[in-house]
């Protein structure tokens, strides 16, 4: 139920001319993290912009609070879980270590009280996590140095899928690329772009989703990934960070790991196995990918969610 305090706010707020509300809809997307144009699309969305306006109109703290809870729920509605859960079943590089989870407490405590405790240990390079562009580039940016206005950006996502189930060593290409700058315009400098094979569909199955489930088997590795060419294409674009639904940057047969070589020497670092890319729009979502933050580290383990427009 809506309490005094927030029921007298929001009518406040609402009594508002439009030219405050337009003044404030910048303001509120550093808050909300959408952009401009998505906060005036969403006309149900201005109470967002409460929060802002609460602190410039001498609102109470009961208030306040009341308004950044709306902003709060506003953007977890929108929210999008890119991420697969790290189990014995999540998939590593064939030559890696896997994911190993253990118990160490996990009961009641000789003082009475639950408590539970485990110990982890796994490879930078598995299930959804970055490769930071020290990864395939010397002397870059280890995971902990990527700044995070790198990692917080607009996505575009490339549907390569129909071409991948014909093909399922077909590369992202130049011209894939072009073709859905000509639906949605330009790639911007600092953009995330994600490359969608369609692969999430055999997540955990190890051998179609790698082409082998055999431990140590690179010779037969058969999945979808990003043309060299296509890298470079994007590297001059100078976009924030690349991302894919399959194992790797590179396509399964690569072996000299070019598109890798392209990319992190541009700085510019890689997503891999992420989840659920079929629930983006094509434009108009921000991706927000927070690595574990590894001192020195060319990869990690990474919580990606996307919010919707």
């Known amino acids: 139920m809506m309490t005094r305090h927030a029921h007298r706010f929001q009518l406040c707020f609402r009594r508002r001319s439009a030219s405050l509300i337009a003044g404030l809809v910048v303001a509120a997307c550093a808050v909300s993290m959408i952009t401009p144009a998505?906060?005036?699309?969403?006309?149900?969305?201005?109470e967002a912009v409460a929060v802002v306006a609460a602190a410039k109109s001498g609102a109470t703290?009961?208030?306040?609070?009341?308004?950044?809870?709306?902003a709060a729920a506003d953007l977890a509605a929108k929210a999008i879980d890119l991420t697969y859960s790290f189990d014995e079943q999540t998939i590593y590089w064939p030559t890696d270590q896997s994911f190993q989870w253990r118990k160490t407490k996990w009961g009641i405590s000789p003082g009475g009280y639950w408590y539970a405790s485990a110990v982890y240990s796994a490879?930078?390079?598995?299930?959804?996590?970055?490769?930071?562009?020290?990864?395939?580039?010397?002397?870059?940016?280890?995971?902990d140095q990527?700044?995070?206005?790198?990692?917080?950006?607009?996505?575009?996502?490339?549907?390569?899928?129909?071409?991948?189930?014909?093909?399922?060593?077909?590369?992202?290409?130049?011209?894939?690329?072009?073709?859905?700058?000509?639906?949605?315009g330009p790639i911007a400098p600092g953009t995330i772009v994600l490359v969608r094979s369609g692969w999430g569909r055999y997540w955990p199955d190890?051998?179609?989703?790698?082409?082998?489930d055999v431990s140590g088997d690179v010779e037969n590795l058969h999945f979808p990934g990003i043309a060299g060419d296509a890298a470079l294409w994007l590297a001059r674009r100078r976009v924030a960070g690349v991302g894919i639904d399959t194992a790797s940057l590179d396509h399964g047969p690569s072996r000299d790991?070019?598109?890798?070589?392209?990319?992190?020497?541009?700085?510019?670092?890689g997503l891999e196995n992420v989840a659920n890319l079929d629930k983006l729009p094509a434009s108009g979502a921000i991706l927000i990918a927070l690595p574990m933050k590894i001192k020195g580290g060319s990869g990690g383990p990474v919580r990606i969610i996307a919010i919707l427009p």
């Open 38 to 46: 998505a906060m005036i699309r969403g006309v149900k969305r201005a």
């Open 61 to 70: 703290e009961a208030e306040r609070r009341t308004a950044l809870g709306i």
């Open 123 to 143: 490879s930078e390079h598995g299930g959804t996590h970055i490769d930071g562009p020290i990864h395939f580039g010397r002397g870059k940016n280890t995971v």
């Open 146 to 184: 990527i700044p995070l206005d790198r990692l917080i950006a607009p996505a575009a996502v490339v549907d390569i899928s129909d071409h991948c189930m014909r093909d399922r060593d077909h590369e992202l290409t130049v011209g894939d690329i072009e073709a859905w700058e000509d639906d949605h």
């Open 206 to 212: 190890k051998a179609r989703y790698l082409g082998s």
């Open 257 to 269: 790991f070019n598109t890798h070589q392209v990319l992190n020497n541009a700085g510019i670092y």
